[in-house]
């Protein structure tokens, strides 16, 4: 008589709901692991796309990032077949009219002390790819005074401010004498007009000896010339010193090599000027 009895309560509704709803416990639960883990994974894929835009040199890996993603994929996924499996087992058990059992937690337990393995192994990660991230992030604010490809323009980072770096360059093209024909304070000019720009001034230089057999020989590249420094501050507060590249004024006017060297001096003044 007691048979009956223990079928009834075996197989009660509230057993099934209750069956239901940690089935879909762990089916949400498996779902965020394995979304957390796509997360972690496509942010390795994130910095090392950003090292490429950056043209950073020797790019490092950021290995560790895609596996710690992986893995908890594959957790997320096997949490859901074993809650899927485990589920199936009791649905089994209720409709033999098998009596409730005592839950075990090990599936639980075990999530747990994973999920915390990981989390401590991705907080070590983050720590040491920190400095790497920050040296992406200014190479990202260098990249506002960093020289394109195909322009001409060269620039060479300077140790000092834009004021001093101006006062060395006009100091060595007197030493050299060499004329300085205007100083354009570009910043100045923008300042009493109401506007705000970063320090930024164009220096206007020449030797008449050395420019002229140049417009002789191509007279388009009076439009170059005479010499011109740029210096200039960006917003990570960085100066750099821009000039056009010899070789590529000597492409695009189309003067002859042995004119090359007289304007070649360009560039050794800017680097002087930004040591």
Do not use: C
């Not at 883990?37 to 560790?64: D, P």
């Not at 093209?173 to 001034?201: C, N, Y």
Request: aromatic content about 8%.
């Amino acid at each position: 008589m007691t048979e009956p009895a223990e079928k009834r309560q075996g197989s009660s509704l509230t057993d099934y709901l209750a069956a239901e709803r940690t089935l879909l416990a762990w089916i949400r639960t498996g779902l965020a692991l394995m979304g957390f883990g796509f997360v972690i994974a496509r942010f390795a894929l994130f910095l090392e796309q950003l090292q490429f835009a950056q043209h950073v040199g020797a790019a490092r890996s950021y290995g560790a990032s895609l596996w710690f993603g992986t893995a908890l994929i594959a957790a997320g996924g096997t949490v859901n077949l074993l809650a899927g499996w485990h589920h199936v087992r009791l649905v089994r058990r209720l409709e033999r009219g098998a009596t409730a059992q005592a839950h075990s937690s090990a599936m639980a337990v075990a999530t747990t002390f994973f999920l915390a393995l990981v989390g401590l192994a991705m907080a070590v990660y983050l720590i040491s790819v920190r400095d790497s991230a920050r040296a992406i992030s200014a190479n990202v604010q260098e990249g506002i005074m960093a020289p394109e490809k195909g322009n001409g323009i060269l620039s060479k980072q300077s140790n000092h401010s834009v004021d001093e770096t101006l006062g060395k360059l006009k100091s060595i093209l007197q030493a050299k004498g060499v004329a300085i024909f205007a100083v354009v304070d570009h910043s100045g000019e923008a300042e009493k007009a109401g506007l705000k720009m970063r320090p930024t001034k164009l220096v206007i230089f020449g030797n008449p000896k050395a420019g002229t057999p140049l417009m002789q020989s191509a007279p388009s590249a009076a439009i170059d010339l005479p010499l011109k420094i740029l210096i200039a501050e960006d917003a990570a507060g960085k100066v750099w010193v821009s000039y056009n590249s010899p070789a590529y004024l000597e492409e695009r006017h189309g003067f002859s090599a042995d004119l090359l060297p007289n304007i070649a001096v360009v560039e050794a003044l800017a680097n002087a000027a930004a040591q």
